[in-house]
């Protein structure tokens, strides 16, 4: 499985912006898909991770009622809409892909490469 993220740049602070993830797989439907992010100088952490059928969703505590995450079966993406930017928000963020089933998933075998994240007053 290769992911392709994108759609990172800057951003005033209250803005918003949605990166794309797209997969290499014909099986993207079975896939539990999460976006990560770290901060400059700060340790990767979680910001969404949904379900292979979409129907559950977990968010980081900092970025809920902010961000959402959405994926496009028929397209192979997984999306992240995120809202009301802040500084803290700055970051690159990076797309991963669950294999197993196990909900939550605790392992991710697939990571892309990052797309930067910059937000700025």
């Known amino acids: 499985v290769q992911l392709q993220a994108y759609g990172g740049g800057s951003v005033h602070v209250g803005g918003s912006v949605t990166l794309s993830c797209a997969a290499s797989?014909?099986?993207?439907?079975?896939?539990?898909m999460a976006w990560f992010r770290q901060p400059p100088g700060k340790a990767r952490e979680l910001v969404a991770v949904t379900s292979w059928m979409g129907l559950r969703k977990i968010y980081g505590d900092s970025v809920k009622d902010r961000f959402t995450i959405s994926s496009d079966n028929a397209k192979n993406t997984v999306y992240l809409k995120m809202t009301d930017l802040k500084p803290g928000d700055t970051a690159v963020y990076y797309c991963?892909?669950?294999?197993?089933?196990?909900?939550?998933?605790?392992?991710?075998?697939?990571w892309g490469h990052g797309t930067l994240v910059t937000v700025s007053s």
């Open positions: 991963a892909a669950a294999q197993s089933s196990t909900w939550p998933p605790n392992n991710y075998e697939h």
């Open positions: 797989t014909r099986s993207f439907s079975t896939l539990n």
